[in-house]
């Protein structure tokens, strides 16, 4: 499984559970920190996800075979470079906003590989019993130890600014 981003939010839920169902997680992070910190997670590849070595890198890791599944969140050439890692069977989850492919473009990736494109906006607004549903076992995973929280740092009010200058550097 690779996993973009993914010392960030969702990407750190996604980690959590690609080794709770005994995934091998490959991940891509932006900043050696932010690398080192998922290595600490016991992710053992770990790329940079600012430079598109990470799909030659990949493809040595996996003798050219590629990846089950990419959970993307990157665009522009990035997103190329991830289609080009799935392996036979693969499937590509995109949940950014950027760089979608057409019907056509999906299609062309042959029968053997899927693309899916996962909007949680729309789907809360159209589907709000299944977020509710997931949501509800996330807590119950959470609840029964399975899945820990993810690393949190609260500001007050009157602290907003920093929090706002915090995420914009990246930092959070």
Known sequence: V??????????LAAVQI?????????????????????RSLGVAHVFDSRTLAFAGQIKELTGGRGVDLVLNSLAG??????????APGGR?????????????????????RQYFIVDWTTEALENPALIRSLLD??????????LKPLPHRLFGFEDAQAAFCLMAQAGH
């Open 18 to 38: 690609a080794q709770r169902l005994g995934a091998e997680v490959i991940a891509t992070a932006g900043s050696e920190k932010k690398r080192d910190y998922l």
């Open 77 to 86: 050439d990035f997103i190329a470079a991830s289609l080009s890692l799935l």
């Open 92 to 112: 590509f989850v995109e949940i950014g906003k950027s760089g979608l492919l057409t019907a056509e473009q999906a299609a062309a990736l042959g029968l053997n």
């Open 137 to 146: 076992s996330v807590l119950a995973a959470m609840a029964e130890g399975l």
């Open 2 to 11: 690779l996993i973009h981003a993914a010392a960030g939010g969702v990407g």
